[in-house]
C-alpha cells in the first residue's frame, strides 16, 4: 500500500473525526451527530473493505445502533427496548460503537488485513472428495441430532431439545459443510448437504447459522468471481444479490411467525427490516452493559475466566457469565453484543484494547496461507452473526476443540488412503478433471 496514500488518509480520517466532534458540541451534544458518523465510518469500511468480514462486523454493530436510534427518536422500536423504563444511554452507546467503528477503520487503512483476507478467500484448499464426501454425511446427521423434531411450524417449541446432550451440535454442522466446502462445486453429495442443513435449520426456526454460512458462501464466491475476471455488480450477479435480499426478508418473517405475529403485511415488513427484533432485544442488552458498571462498578476482568473454565468438561460457572449476570440485573433477553462484554469489565478502554487485540489476531489467522487457517476463517465468517449478537463463547468450542478433530481426522484419513493406495471412483474422476483442466 502506498505510504503517502495512506498518511493522506489518516489525516482525511483525523479531520473528519474533529469537525463532528466539533458539530457534537456545537449542537448540545446531540448523540444523533454521534450515530450519523457511526454509519459514515460503517461505509467508508465497507467501501475499502468490499465484502469482507471487516465490513459485516461494522455493518452488524450499526445495525444493532440503528435499532437505538429508532427508540431514542420516535419512541419505538421492539420488546424490551421499546418498554424498558431503564435510561437509554444513546450518546454512549454511540461513543462505544464509533471507537470500534474508528479503530477498524484505522487497521484497515494501514494495514495489510484486507488484501490478507482476499488472499485467503482466493486460496485453494486441495482435499479429496472422500472426506468432503464424510463431512457432508457428518453435516446432515449432526444437524438431525440438534433438531430431531418434524415439527416445521417455525415455532419456539423444542428448538433447543437436541437428539443427544450437548448444545454445540448445531456448530459441529456448521464446520463439518465448511470442510466439505473445497469440493461443493463438485460433489452432488456435499451439494445436497448444503441445500438440506440450510432448510432444515430454517423450518426449525435456527436462522442466525445459516444466515451466516450463506453470507460466507456469497463472500467466498463473489471475490472468486472477481478474479476470474467478473464484476462484483455485473448483471450476472444481480440475481444473487435478489436471492440473498429474498433469504433476508424470509429470516426475518419467519423471526415474526416464531414470536406468534403472523398479520405481516408489506409496510410492516419493512419496518421490521430497518428495526429487527433481534437487533432491537441485543440493542437492549447494549444498553444494559452501558448502565451496569453505573451501578456495579466495573468487573475487571471476570467475565473471561468463563472462556478458560468452559473448557472444562463437565465444570458450570454461570456466575462468570457476561449474558447471564446482565439477564439477572436488567431481565434481558439473552445475547450480548460483541462490545458489551469488554465494556462491562474495562470501560471504553476496553472496548479499545479488545478492538486491537482482534483485529491483530484475525490478520495473523490471515497472513498464513495454508487449509486449517482457511477452515478457521471460514468458520470466523460464518459464525459473525453469532459472534457479534450472541458474543465470543459460542465459537470457543467450535475453534479449540471441533476444528483441530475434524482437520486432523481429514489428515489421517487422506495418509491411510495414500499409504493403501485407496481410490473411490469419485476421487479418480476428479483427478482426471485436475489433469484435464
Known sequence: MNKLKIKKDNIILGAIVIVFFILYFITGQNPNVLFVMNILTCLAICIIAKFSLFSIKSILINYVLLAI??????????????????????AKLCVVSLVYNIILLIY?????????????????????????????????????????????????????????????????????????????KKSKIVKFSYVFCILWFLVHSERVDMIG?????????????????????????IKYYVIALIVF?????????????TDMDFNKLIKKTLVQNTAADVGYVYNASILYPKSNGFLYGKTYLLYIIELLPFVSASKFDAVAILQEEYNTAGGILLLSEPYINFGIIGVAIFAIIELSILNIILKKKRSYNFFLYMFLL????????????????????????????????????????????????????????
Request: charged share 20%; aromatic share 14%; hydrophobic share 45%.
Open 382 to 437: 460464518a459464525t459473525t452473526f453469532r459472534v457479534q449478537w450472541y458474543g465470543l463463547m459460542y465459537i470457543e468450542k467450535g475453534i479449540v476443540y471441533i476444528i483441530p478433530a475434524i482437520y486432523v481426522l481429514g489428515k489421517i484419513l487422506d495418509k491411510y488412503m495414500k499409504n493403501k493406495n485407496i481410490k473411490f471412483r469419485w476421487d479418480e474422476q476428479n483427478e482426471s478433471r485436475n489433469i484435464n483442466n
Open 69 to 90: 436510534a429508532f427508540q431514542y427518536n420516535t419512541g419505538e422500536s421492539y420488546g424490551l427496548l421499546q418498554i424498558t423504563s431503564y435510561p437509554l444511554e444513546f
Open 213 to 237: 454460512l450463506i453470507l460466507a458462501l456469497l463472500i467466498l464466491f463473489l471475490v472468486n468471481g472477481e478474479k476470474e475476471g467478473k464484476k462484483i455488480f455485473s448483471k450476472k450477479n
Open 108 to 184: 484497515i487503512i494501514n494495514s495489510d488485513i484486507i488484501k490478507n483476507e482476499e488472499n485467503m478467500l482466493r486460496y485453494n484448499v486441495k482435499e479429496s472428495i472422500t472426506f468432503s464426501t464424510i463431512c457432508a454425511c457428518m453435516a446432515i446427521i449432526f444437524s438431525i441430532i440438534a433438531f430431531p423434531s418434524l415439527n416445521f411450524a417455525f415455532g419456539e417449541s423444542d428448538r433447543f431439545n437436541a437428539l443427544l446432550p450437548g448444545n454445540a451440535w448445531n456448530h459441529m454442522a456448521v464446520i463439518s459443510l465448511i470442510f466439505a466446502m473445497p469440493n461443493l
Open 249 to 261: 426478508v424470509v429470516l426475518i418473517y419467519i423471526g415474526e411467525y416464531r414470536s406468534g405475529r
